[in-house]
């Protein structure tokens, strides 16, 4: 998988976050969208402006995904559940309430996307709509869309949407479930599905995901209009 480097300019911008989180003021004032897209240089240096990231590969957009989803997952880096250098020592002295100030600012911003051009044949895209849509009862795997919503951009407020984000990446999450680098809070459904996917079934999916623009209306469903089809933890 790929490892993010650090370089000087990313490396300031990482001291300027630690200091703005630690002078964050109390949840009675908390700060504005412009304060917090200053504060947050250092995530844009990888993220995007406004977590609208596009042209790196491994580096997902995080704009407009679910505030808890977000909130969940910053945790998981803070406390060691979910792994990753830079994002651990980012994270480690930032409270809660800073925590979920971040979750907030990016659930606010608006997502852009313009799919990649695709290389996968006919056949591959084709079987990735059919799991991402119907999913493949001989596999015992449900559709993407139980879960992530009929659109896939996710349910509030703890499911993310799974559209703007490039195939590397998507496939790179999955391989990391599949070979047990990356975890979840259990019981963790997504190290179960990718279990049951195999390769070429991950990427015939993350091609077909890639491919898709997000809905005129980006934001994510209030609710699923059934029980998930697999018990997740954290989602509450």
Known sequence: MHRMRVIPARAGAV???AAAAAT?????SRPSDAAMAERLEACAACHGEAGRSSSERYFPSIAGKPAG???SQLHNFRD???RHTIMEAMLALMSDEYLADIA???ARQEPKWTPPASAWPA????RGRTLVEEGDAAKDLPSCASCH???LKGVAPFIPSLLGVRPEYLSAQLGAWRSGARKAEPPDCMAEIAQRLGPQDIGAVTAWIASLPYPA????QPSLPHDLPLECGGVR
């Open 24 to 28: 964050t003021p109390a949840a009675a």
């Open 123 to 126: 056949e591959a895209l084709a």
């Open 69 to 71: 989803y977000l909130e």
């Open 80 to 82: 060691g559940r979910r």
């Open 217 to 220: 209306d980006h934001r994510p």
């Open 104 to 106: 907030a600012y990016y």
């Open 15 to 17: 001291l300027l976050l």
């Open 149 to 151: 919503g009929e659109s």
